[in-house]
């Protein structure tokens, strides 16, 4: 049958002003680091996008003083409603710039416009739409522990340390809470995605958020370690993998240092006989292709149920051969570039271990660009679940297809990991999916569904998928003191 052709759909990039260099943010001052800098690419094409500044143990420290001297002097002491305008204000902004934020967002990370538009931007004004909204009503949240009207405290100065893949949204999941409870922060970002942070960072300034309440520190994992070790930090907020997890677990037992730890995940996706199939496939792409896998709640193991396996995966690749893998810019585009060189080294070296393993690989027919870091999407069926690609996070466009006969076998499937962030039910039975959500062993579980986001809704994990949940009325809890 022949296809529709798409005329290329580019968004403009005139939108960003791109600097040459940046610096750090300290004290609500752009400062040189003490060292070095690094070169943030555009993982669509290699071009070198800035230069960064690396932060220093020193740095950090002045980053973590300026945080605690505006906790002090002024954030501490403002009441809830006057907190909630700056909220309320970078909300704002947030929505104003979020063309110019989507797609210096696209640039740097390498996620198809249409995401960082409609997906990444959106989420984060609600972000902070949603924490405005409860900074003056902190005493009636019903935060556990807390008797109602009793005024919650705040930790003091949070550091926090967030990863490539949403690296906008994932800092307006840290932010927004810790400073609606009235902590100040310094906040680290990935290595390979800080230009939206730095562009963060300039709309504090516009809406004349105190100098101080936010710090943006840049750096590498040496960086990010130096935040976690500073004595002068009351709480680690941290999102990435489970092995530097570990690492700063080791490094805060013991210490009087709060932390949440949002960590990896091998998420199953379930689908029973009776599921509407054309809709769970959809929610199959949506789930492990959706921002090129690069999702710790990817649904990145699927468990399908036997009688309807060899269906499932036929439709499944049918409806891959019309996702169109490209420039990130263009906005037809469904899968983008992936973040980086050693990611896409990463994702081969496990797309081979299946190979090695005896699994059989099925790639989706799609002309990958010459420059930048592509990984076509990727299915692998007859998947034992001691496969390495069965067991280990891939964060990359590549699903796992396993089977099973009943409930109770894709249950013990589902929960064989030592992961526990999400999991998704494809059945039209009801007392079906109470009856999975019940024994899933996963933080999030979604009916019908699969990777929906909403500020309202806590979101965490068990096991090595970390400890401590953000967004809702628990997201907030993490960032005031028990009682
Ligand atoms: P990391 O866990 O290394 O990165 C997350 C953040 O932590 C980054 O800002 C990183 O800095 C920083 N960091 C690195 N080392 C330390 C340290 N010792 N102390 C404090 N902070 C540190 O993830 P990677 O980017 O290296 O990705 C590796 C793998 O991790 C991926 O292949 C994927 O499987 C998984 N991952 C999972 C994520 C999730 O949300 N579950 C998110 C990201 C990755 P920098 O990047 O600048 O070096």
Redesign the pocket.
Same mark, same amino acid.
């Given at each position: 049958m022949p296809g529709f052709e798409y005329a290329p759909a580019p968004e403009s990039r005139d939108v960003v002003d791109v600097r040459g260099s940046y610096g750090l943010y300290v004290g609500g001052e752009f400062v040189d680091g003490g060292a070095g800098s690094l070169k943030t690419v555009n993982p669509a094409t290699e071009e070198v996008l800035a230069e960064v500044a690396v932060a220093s143990a020193d740095d950090v420290d002045r980053a973590v003083r300026a945080a605690r001297k505006a906790y002090e002097k002024t954030w501490s002491r403002l009441p809830g409603a006057e907190r909630a305008k700056y909220l309320f204000r970078i909300a704002r902004i947030v929505q104003e710039r979020a063309r110019e934020l989507a797609v210096l967002e696209t640039l740097d990370n390498g996620k198809p416009i249409k995401e960082s538009r409609d997906v990444d931007v959106p989420l984060v004004a609600a972000h902070f739409f949603y924490h405005a909204g409860w900074a003056d009503k902190l005493e009636w949240a019903g935060l556990p522990g807390r008797a109602p009207g009793a005024t919650p405290r705040p930790h003091g100065v949070v550091g926090q #340390?967030?990863?490539?893949?949403f690296p906008l949204l994932m800092l307006a999941w840290k932010v927004a809470p810790a400073l609606a409870t009235g902590n100040t922060v310094v906040l680290?970002?990935?290595?390979?995605t800080p230009l939206t942070a730095l562009l963060f960072a300039e709309i504090c300034e516009q809406a004349g958020l105190p100098p101080g309440v936010v710090n943006i520190v840049t +750096?590498?994992?040496e960086t990010?370690?130096a935040l #976690?070790r500073h004595p002068g930090v009351d709480k680690i907020a941290?999102? +990435?993998?489970t092995? #530097?997890g570990r690492?700063?677990a080791k490094t805060l037992a013991g210490t009087r240092v709060k932390a949440t730890l949002?960590? +990896?995940?091998k998420a199953a996706n379930i689908v029973f006989d009776d599921a509407a199939l054309d809709q769970a496939v959809e929610g199959i792409v949506n789930g492990i292709f959706f921002n090129q896998g690069h999702v710790?709640c990817a649904g990145s193991r699927l468990l399908v149920q036997e009688s309807v396996a060899e269906e499932v995966v036929t439709r499944l690749q049918r409806r891959l051969t019309t996702l169109r893998v490209g420039d990130p810019m263009d906005k037809n585009t469904d899968v983008g570039a992936v973040n980086s060189r050693a990611?896409l080294e990463?994702i081969t070296e496990l797309a081979d271990s299946g190979d090695a393993e005896g699994a059989h690989r099925w790639t989706a027919p799609c002309e990958l660009p010459d420059q930048g870091f592509w990984f076509a999407p990727t299915v692998f069926t007859d998947v034992a679940p001691a496969h390495r690609i069965a067991r280990e996070?891939i964060?990359g466009p590549v699903l796992s297809v396993m089977t099973f006969r009943t409930p109770d076998e894709a249950l013990t499937k589902a929960n064989t990991t030592p992961y526990g962030l999400s999991a998704g039910i494809w059945t039209e039975k009801g007392s079906r999916i109470l009856w999975m959500a019940d024994r899933l062993r996963a933080g999030v579980v979604w009916a019908n569904t699969f990777n929906r986001f909403d500020p309202t809704s806590p979101f965490g994990g068990y096991k090595e998928s970390g400890y401590g949940r953000e967004g809702g009325r628990h997201g907030l809890a993490a960032y005031v003191k028990e009682a």
């Open positions: #340390v967030i990863p490539w893949n680290k970002p990935a290595e390979t +750096g590498a994992g990010g370690a #976690v941290f999102t +990435g993998s092995d #530097v690492q700063i949002e960590l +990896g995940g710790c990611q990463r996070e964060f």
